[in-house]
């Protein structure tokens, strides 16, 4: 599985290309962290906290519309009155933003929208393992918004909310009425153009 995934990430960012040119900066990279407050559709589940962090990729299209791939490390989880439930995931969003203004602002917002598979590392109910009793891949749709702090020519520093919607349930055993992640994530990140 590691090995595909790799393939299918190396693909991409050899078809997204390194070219840059005089006006639209192609392809960025960077880093990314931040906090996670996540629960699922049921009425009794309150919310729990976690981190978020890993890399960030964007392909510009033109000067107001990119594609971004990231690889995320990410904890979710919820909590019902007796249980504290707590998944690890290796996220995957891909989404499709436009941002308003020139590039050369100093400051431009932006919105997104997408979708993210997520792959299961740890599954833990008030401390003991259940990873067997869960879906070993999720998959979300993803809705943000945020801001790019151009700090430089090639250099952006992006602050991002970002709600994650569960289309598929992370728990194996809850049929007929699945629950589904939901997930409000903060992040701040550093983007290098290429």
Do not use: K, M, Q, R
């Given at each position: 599985m590691k090995r595909i995934l790799s393939g299918v990430l190396l693909l991409v960012f050899v078809l997204c290309g390194v070219t840059v040119t005089a006006q639209v900066k192609r392809l960025a990279v960077g880093v990314k962290g931040g906090t996670n407050f996540s629960r699922v559709n049921l009425d009794n589940a309150k919310s729990v906290r976690g981190a978020v962090a890993g890399i960030t990729s964007e392909?510009?299209?033109n000067e107001y519309s990119a594609?971004?791939?990231?690889?995320?490390?990410?904890?979710e989880g919820y909590q019902v009155p007796t249980t504290t439930?707590?998944?690890?995931y290796v996220q995957i969003p891909l989404m499709y933003h436009t941002f308003l203004?020139?590039?050369?602002?100093?400051?431009q917002p932006k919105f997104g929208l997408g979708f993210s598979?997520?792959?299961?590392l740890k599954a833990e109910a008030n401390g003991v393992d259940f990873k067997d009793q869960n879906t070993a891949t999720i998959l979300n749709f993803v809705g943000g918004v945020g801001l790019v702090l151009h700090v430089g020519e090639r250099l952006g520093i992006h602050l991002e909310a970002r709600g994650f919607l569960g289309l598929t349930s992370p728990d194996s055993n809850s049929?007929?009425?699945?629950?589904k992640n939901r997930t409000l994530q903060l992040n701040l990140g550093v983007a290098f153009g290429l």
């Open positions: 392909y510009w299209l594609l971004s791939l990231d690889i995320l490390y990410a904890e439930v707590e998944y690890s203004g020139n590039g050369s602002d100093l400051i598979p997520g792959f299961l049929n007929p009425d699945p629950i």
